[in-house]
């Protein structure tokens, strides 16, 4: 089955390190893969995606994302975290052909603690 | 603003009565879906619309109904409530562009009980 795996529930980290949220996709074909972030009481914000091209991915509010086919993993980065980045991440491949939709992760919450 | 709006924005609903969610964008996206949100399993897709006209369903689509007589709406419909549908139910939009992002409405919290 075509899925995206988010191995960690949580992540924390203090303010000014740098974060990373962990996605690994599993499809067949060439992958367009998302970063989506909901806050509290919210519904969900796109962030960035790869559709195709550089493998370095940049987005909104200072995260970016690398993707490695061969490690088919899809990563969310930020060289420096704030207080205001914890929310709850889900990372997202389309899927299907002639119908497109949008297969999501788990969630990954992250913490950032100040 | 163009979104897409969701309504209500939560409900408490009696086991057994029916409920209709209400779904409706600005954006003149063809494709919409109908997703519920549980803790620990992510989004789940419940039915989509590829255009009007048009209704298919998803990974959970037991105990719930579309229609899409329209472009803007893609009401979901719950016949008869059960517990098990308490959940987080997100409606969401997409353009027909190779590789556009999906748009996603705020969200009903629904309790079944």
């Known amino acids: 089955a075509q899925s995206v795996a988010q191995p960690e529930d949580q992540v924390n980290v203090a303010e000014g390190n740098p974060l990373t949220v962990k996605c690994t996709y599993s499809?067949?074909?060439?992958?367009?893969l998302f970063w989506y972030v909901q806050y509290p009481n919210r519904g969900l914000q796109f962030l960035l995606k790869y559709i195709t091209g550089d493998n370095l991915v940049k987005g909104s509010y200072g995260f970016e994302a690398e993707f490695n086919k061969s490690q088919t993993s899809f990563h969310l980065k930020k060289p420096s975290a704030l207080v205001s980045d914890s929310a709850l991440y889900f990372c997202?491949?389309?899927?299907?052909?002639?119908?497109?939709?949008?297969?999501f992760g788990t969630g990954t919450r992250l913490l950032v603690s100040p | 603003i163009a979104g897409i709006t969701q309504a209500p924005t939560s409900q408490i609903l009696a086991a057994g009565r029916r409920m209709t969610l209400r779904c409706t964008q600005d954006m003149r996206h063809n494709a919409m879906y109908w997703y519920r949100q549980d803790l620990g399993l992510g989004l789940r897709l419940i039915h989509y619309s590829n255009t009007a006209g048009t209704t298919g369903k998803g990974e959970v689509p037991d105990g719930y109904s579309v229609s899409r007589a329209n472009t803007d709406d893609f009401p979901l419909t719950l016949a008869s409530a059960v517990p098990s549908q308490t959940s987080v139910y997100f409606c969401?939009?997409?353009?027909?562009?190779?590789?556009?992002?999906?748009?996603f409405g705020q969200g009903t919290r629904l309790t079944v009980v």
């Open positions: 499809v067949s074909g060439n992958p367009y």
């Open positions: 969401a939009s997409r353009g027909t562009a190779e590789g556009t992002e999906a748009f």
């Open positions: 997202a491949v389309r899927v299907g052909t002639g119908f497109q939709k949008l297969v």
